[in-house]
């Protein structure tokens, strides 16, 4: 055999923010890269033909360009090709459930360790934040078409960025006082910087589309009356923003948040920075959130950093069912935050103020599994306990905001709330509407929301040329 | 940016803006809300509307000075511009024509009250309003109520004017004198609200009241405002602002409202301290 140079089987470690001092600080987990590091990172890809990387992407980023480029030294060469299917790369690299999509198929996985593909996004785009002599992005010459997108999430933002390289002219209208939905009320600054969001925000706007704050499609206008007011195309991407409770008893006692409060509150409204800031959220000793996801990860990380004592997470199913990426369950056990699993509430226990001071639970077993596949948890009879607390978060998930489907007729809506749309171009029953992200979908991920604007993107593109 | 065209003061601690919003002016009804930023770092909080301009593109607002964000709001001047302004939010208030209605407004929610109580004499309803304030000088808007109601009664805590008395006084002899009422609709502080519901409940009377919890989004998302509706959680922003009054679980409600208030002290000690030393003025 020939000398071929040995393929490092391990990846770069990412290097982090020790757990004891990062559970104190709202800043970034992850520091990031240096450029050696990724060139070396980079170094391990094998250019294979297969190419699952790509296949494995719901945006389809050419990896395998993006990864050689960076390898050989030509940033802006790794920048063109990250960029040419994915507007929110440095957004991506942080968030996207990796080790489920591009890496879960690396060829180099089924020796060792695949390419940190997600690291590597990360650079990249951090790598271009910093220049500050950006090229123009290319725009294709003006269709004189006009289409609205509500919501500028992850669905929004992308689908706005597309059709606007593509000529058309996008109005993007958001309800709240900033632009990124969830990637600014819903996920901490410690996992995605703001101002990281927000520079992917400004690229979309040089790209040309008109982002309207503070404008509550349905309350303004209606979805008709945008298209009666010349609109030719409508993308919604409204998203999953409505709570759920528990209906418990006690669950409106005072110190009970939903885990959107929790994280809007925080996030949103930069609450951890209180008295600068004037949003305040409860300084607690004991918190207790319920749910397993990655939302639930959040909001118990969020109470460490905002100076809790003690974290519980509570969840009815065993370690194994957590729905949150493993990342983050390590990333929360690292930080302290103790798991009580198996285990689920049953009732909240308030003082004479309507402060709640204890939850009673209950101990849970597994039977067989259900419609998920899942097991499914059993209620130990007789197993009552209670825990002091607080503060209790509510993270059991989330349904569409019913304020879009209320005000629209002809849209068709599933029992769940969610909207009904064609999984393969984002069309609803409704002409001249597309829809995509947490609305069609009900509460899933960053990138699978990106994935339907793309596709939404490309077809209304094809009905507006057609 | 949302510009402030027109500033009035109608008591020294009670202020009117006029706010430049045209695609909020378009949609906005009586009964609904906005919500407002005062700056970068503010807080949203929600002001129920108290009129608007379609032609113009105004929203009337009416607040008073309480906490830090209302007494940051009530050092701007017209020409200057907040934040953010989002509405108009929630649901408006039914206005049919049901015959005889009492209105009641208590203190600067008297601002709230005059759209609502125009709407519903448009609808072809008779109105007899009770408007009550804590004394003579916290009273504005004794005529535009008067124009609005077939019948007005104003009543103080104090009797530095009109009649000496608590709303719930006159309204309780209103219910007794008038078979005829068919609904009652009360807004104002809290407390108030609570006791005119306690009121009109053995007439058997319909009651309106329009709630004012915490809220952060006031577009359904994050649950702050919820309340206990008879067995029902609802959220103030989205079912709301008006419930019937009969079912409102008043105790959650008032207990919920409290949640800040060491936060709120804090942020006002900071505010009144800036004020002093930054602005060379009282807070």
Redesign the interface.
């Known amino acids: 055999m020939a000398d071929k140079p040995k393929i490092n089987l391990n990846r770069i470690k990412m290097p982090k923010q020790e757990p004891e001092i990062r559970a104190h600080n709202f800043d970034e987990v992850a520091t990031g890269y240096t450029l050696e590091m990724a060139k070396e990172e980079a170094g391990r890809c094998i250019q294979c033909k297969k190419r699952n990387c790509v296949a494995g992407c719901p945006v389809n980023v050419n990896i395998p360009e993006f990864v050689m480029a960076l390898r050989d030294g030509d940033m802006w060469g790794a920048v063109d090709q990250l960029k040419a299917n994915n507007a929110l790369p440095g957004i991506c690299g942080r968030v996207c459930p990796q080790e489920s999509q591009c890496e879960f198929v690396c060829t180099l996985g089924k020796k060792g360790a695949p390419i940190a593909i997600g690291r590597l996004e990360r650079f990249v785009a951090d790598w271009e934040c910093d220049q500050s002599d950006k090229p123009k992005p290319q725009i294709a010459p003006s269709t004189g078409k006009k289409v609205a997108i509500v919501g500028s999430g992850p669905a929004g933002l992308t689908t706005a960025a597309d059709l606007a390289k593509l000529g058309h002219q996008i109005t993007l209208f958001e ?3 900033v632009a990124g939905g969830v990637l600014m ?1 819903g996920i901490p600054e410690f996992r995605l910087p703001k101002g990281i969001v927000q520079g992917e925000v400004d690229y979309v706007k040089t790209l040309g589309v008109d982002v309207r ?4 499609i349905g ?3 209606t979805i008709d009356e945008l298209l009666a007011d010349s609109y030719d195309a409508i993308f919604l991407g409204t998203g999953a ?3 759920m ?1 528990l ?1 418990l008893p006690g ?4 110190g009970i ?2 885990a ?2 929790y994280l ?2 925080t996030n949103l ?2 609450a951890y920075l ?7 959220i ?1 300084k607690s000793r004991r918190v207790v959130v319920i749910g397993g996801g990655n939302v639930a990860m959040d909001s118990a990380r969020c109470a460490m950093r905002l100076g809790a004592e003690e974290v519980y997470i509570v969840y009815r199913r065993s370690r194994e069912e957590l729905p949150a990426r493993a990342e983050e369950v390590e990333n929360a056990e690292e930080e302290g935050i103790i798991f009580k699993l198996l285990t689920n509430p049953k009732r909240f226990i308030g003082d004479e ?3 709640v001071t204890q939850m009673e639970c209950l101990e849970m077993e597994l039977g067989e599994p259900d419609d998920s596949g899942r097991r499914r948890p059993i209620v130990k009879e007789g197993s009552e306990f209670l825990i002091d607390v607080d503060t209790v978060v509510v993270a059991l998930g989330t349904t569409p ?3 879009i489907p209320s005000t629209t007729p002809g849209l068709d809506t599933t029992r769940k709330g969610t909207v009904v749309a064609e999984e393969e171009t984002g069309k609803t029953v409704k002409d001249k509407v597309w829809a995509g992200g947490d609305l069609v979908t009900g509460a899933a991920t960053v990138i699978s929301a990106m994935g339907a604007g793309k596709r939404a993107a490309a077809a209304i593109d094809a009905y507006l040329k057609g | 940016m949302y510009k402030i065209m027109h500033r009035e003061d109608l008591t020294p601690q009670i202020h009117l803006f006029e706010i430049e919003a045209p ?2 002016a ?2 906005a009804q009586a009964g609904q809300f906005v919500i407002l ?1 005062v700056d970068e ?4 909080f929600p002001l129920t509307i108290g009129g608007w301009d379609r032609e113009k593109g105004s929203v009337t607002i009416v607040f008073m000075e309480v906490g ?2 209302t007494r940051k709001l009530a050092k701007l001047k017209a020409g200057d511009s907040i ?7 929630g649901i408006p208030t039914h206005t049919d024509n049901v015959g005889t209605v009492v209105c009641v407004a208590g203190g600067f929610a008297t601002a709230i009250v005059v759209p609502v109580a125009q709407a519903l004499k448009d609808a072809g309803n008779k109105i007899i309003s009770v408007m009550g304030f804590r004394n003579k000088d916290l009273m504005f808007w004794e005529d535009k109520l008067k124009e609005v109601s077939d019948e007005l009664i104003i009543c103080t805590d104090d009797g530095s004017y009109g009649r000496k008395a608590l709303v719930t006084e006159p309204l309780k002899e209103i219910l007794e004198a008038n078979k005829d009422v068919k609904l009652v609709i009360a807004i104002g502080p809290t407390i108030m609200m609570k006791f005119a519901s306690l009121t009109t409940q053995p007439f058997g009377v319909k009651t309106l009241v329009s709630l004012n919890p915490i809220m ?2 006031g ?6 405002c ?3 509706i008879g067995d029902d ?1 609802k959220f103030v922003c ?1 079912d709301g602002p008006d419930f019937d009054a009969h079912q409102v ?1 008043w ?2 409600l008032m ?2 409202q ?3 208030c060491d ?2 002290k ?2 006002v000690d ?1 505010w009144e301290d800036y004020c002093r030393t930054q602005m060379g003025g009282k807070a």
């Open positions: 309800a709240l006082h009320y704050l503070n404008s509550v309350k303004i206008d923003g409505l709570p409770f209906g669950e409106n006692l005072n948040y939903s959107n409060e809007t509150r409204m930069k209180f008295p600068e800031y004037d949003t305040p409860k103020n309507g402060w905001n019913p304020l | 695609a909020v378009k949609k930023m770092k503010g807080e949203r830090k964000t934040h953010a302004f989002i509405g108009p939010l952060v989004d577009t359904g998302m994050c649950g702050c919820r309340v206990a959680t989205v679980d105790d959650v207990a919920r409290k949640s800040y936060e709120e804090t942020s900071i």
